[in-house]
């Protein structure tokens, strides 16, 4: 059975720093395109980040506008594990973040169960 675990997530104050990871078993991450979500109550779970994949099979970064500059993911395939590195926090950053794998072209069928991030103001 496919896991995915977050860790890292806090409560910093608006421009701090926090680091989320996302450690997989059962899934290799340098065959599948990973993605980092969130969601407010009441509020869909949007797109934040992903690792995207072409069809020749090049790997290349995708980032919501609302993160673009201010959050990076990156991999460590030999530990199996994405991070999401989210620099200069805004209050309305605050949310629970997902990690989500899938098969390059496929639905996001994989989650993990969330970690909570609040910025302060």
């Known amino acids: 059975q496919v896991q995915l675990v977050e860790s890292g997530g806090g409560l910093v104050q608006a421009g701090d720093s926090l680091r989320l990871s996302c450690a997989a078993s059962?899934?290799?991450?340098?065959?599948?395109?990973i993605g980092w979500f969130r969601q407010v109550p009441g509020k869909e779970r949007e797109f934040a980040v992903a690792?995207?994949?072409?069809?020749?099979?090049?790997?290349?970064?995708e980032y919501a506008d609302s993160v673009k500059g201010r959050f990076t993911i990156s991999r460590d395939n030999a530990k199996n594990t994405v991070s999401l590195q989210m620099d200069s926090l805004k209050p309305e950053d605050t949310a629970v973040y997902y990690c989500?794998?899938?098969?390059?072209?496929?639905?996001?069928?994989?989650w993990g169960q969330g970690t909570q991030v609040t910025v302060s103001s």
């Open positions: 690792f995207r994949r072409t069809g020749t099979g090049l790997y290349y970064k």
């Open positions: 989500a794998a899938r098969s390059p072209g496929g639905n996001w069928s994989f």
């Open positions: 059962r899934l290799t991450y340098s065959t599948y395109e």
